[in-house]
Nanobody, 121 residues
Framework: QVQLVESGGGLVQPGGSLRLSCAAS????????MGWYRQAPGKERELVAT???????NYADSVKGRFTISRDNAKNTLYLQMNALNPEDTAAYYC???????????????WGQGTQVTVSS
């Protein structure tokens, strides 16, 4: 099994910054795409950013230029640096990873439990 544990959420004022982390552990052979998604109350979960194993990135238009996704493959850890936060960024943020398991080499997608980000003055 694989566990994804997010951290780094919290309360921040408009214009502030936060850095989210997501650590993957368990029976991991390798990890393909990783990503951050968010879900605000009453809304559907939406993509924030994704990153391939090779480092190619993709961002939602709403966060381009403000958020940066990165990963440390040696540590199986995903990051999201969030700058210039505004109240519309308030949501639960979820980590997603497409994992190749050891020793079966089966490929599965996993989700973290979420971390809350609240942007308010």
């Amino acid at each position: 099994q694989v566990q994804l544990v997010e951290s780094g959420g919290g309360l921040v004022q408009p214009g502030g910054s936060l850095r989210l982390s997501c650590a993957a552990s368990g029976s991991i052979f390798s990890i393909n795409q990783m990503g951050w998604y968010r879900q605000a109350p009453g809304k559907e979960r939406e993509l924030v950013a994704t990153i391939s194993s090779g480092g190619s990135t993709n961002y939602a238009d709403s966060v381009k230029g403000r958020f940066t996704i990165s990963r440390d493959n040696a540590k199986n850890t995903l990051y999201l640096q969030m700058n210039a936060l505004n109240p519309e960024d308030t949501a639960a943020y979820y980590c997603n990873a497409v994992v190749i398991l050891a020793p079966s080499f089966g490929t599965y997608a996993y989700w973290g439990q979420g971390t809350q980000v609240t942007v308010s003055s």
